[in-house]
């Protein structure tokens, strides 16, 4: 089965900087890798997604990055603020699966 | 908040009983999922039904565990004879068969067992 490692474990950035997670999975037809936010007490929430045919996707201040050779992909998040400080999790899917396996998730505190 | 809604919210119940959670999905969504996630872990996966059809369950759901959704809409989950390890959020799901993944979970039930 898929095995899904996400480091760092916890992100303490500053306002404003920059925040990258990254995400290592094992299953070589994973095809669709998504990243959710949780606020505490709160529902995951999926903020972007990125399929394998593209190397890399932006939305306003998140961007997923890929790099299917070496099985990892990345969250980035330009100008931290408060509010996004959270839990994020990467889930990579593989073709026609349903199973979505998630990392163990990497806290985020953006602090002010 | 319109989307997927789940009943009740919070259940607290005592060793060995049994509890029944309902899930509602998007409605046109045909797919549903139930996932299970302890604090300080990411959601596990638990079954998945496509319209009525219960079509994949984990390995790690136990007998206690039974999952129906009858009429291709509403699904219910049924844990039997309770144990203080089946403590956790129970996190209901529903997509679209052409659309890859998970977009939208329900607020979830949290389940205490005493």
């Known amino acids: 089965g898929e095995n899904v490692e996400q480091h760092p474990s916890t992100l303490s950035v500053q306002e404003g900087d920059s925040a990258v997670i990254k995400c290592t999975y094992s299953d070589s037809a994973s095809n669709y890798f998504p990243w959710y936010k949780q606020e505490l007490g709160k529902r995951p929430q999926l903020i972007i997604d990125i399929r394998s045919n593209v190397g890399e996707k932006k939305d306003q201040r998140i961007a997923v990055t890929l790099n299917k050779t070496a099985k990892h992909f990345s969250l980035h998040i330009t100008e931290t603020q408060p509010e996004d400080s959270a839990v994020y999790f990467c889930?990579?899917?593989?073709?026609?699966?349903?199973?979505?396996?998630f990392g163990a998730g990497t806290i985020l505190r953006v602090k002010s | 908040d319109t989307g997927v809604s789940q009943d009740p919210r919070h259940k607290i119940t005592k060793r060995g009983q049994n509890v029944t959670f309902r899930c509602d999905p998007i409605?046109?969504?045909?797919?549903l999922y139930w996932y299970r996630q302890t604090l300080g872990q990411g959601p596990e996966f638990l079954t998945y039904?496509?319209?009525?059809?219960?079509?994949?369950k984990s390995r790690l759901l136990s007998d206690r565990f039974s999952a129906e959704r009858p009429k291709g809409s509403f699904s219910t989950l049924e844990i039997q004879r309770t144990e203080q390890g089946d403590s956790a959020m129970y996190l209901c799901?529903?997509?679209?068969?052409?659309?890859?993944?998970?977009?939208?979970f329900g607020p979830g039930t949290r389940l205490t067992v005493l």
């Open positions: 889930a990579p899917l593989r073709e026609y699966g349903n199973k979505l396996v």
């Open positions: 799901a529903s997509s679209l068969e052409e659309i890859a993944g998970v977009r939208y």
């Open positions: 409605s046109e969504h045909n797919r």
């Open positions: 039904f496509q319209n009525e059809a219960q079509l994949e």
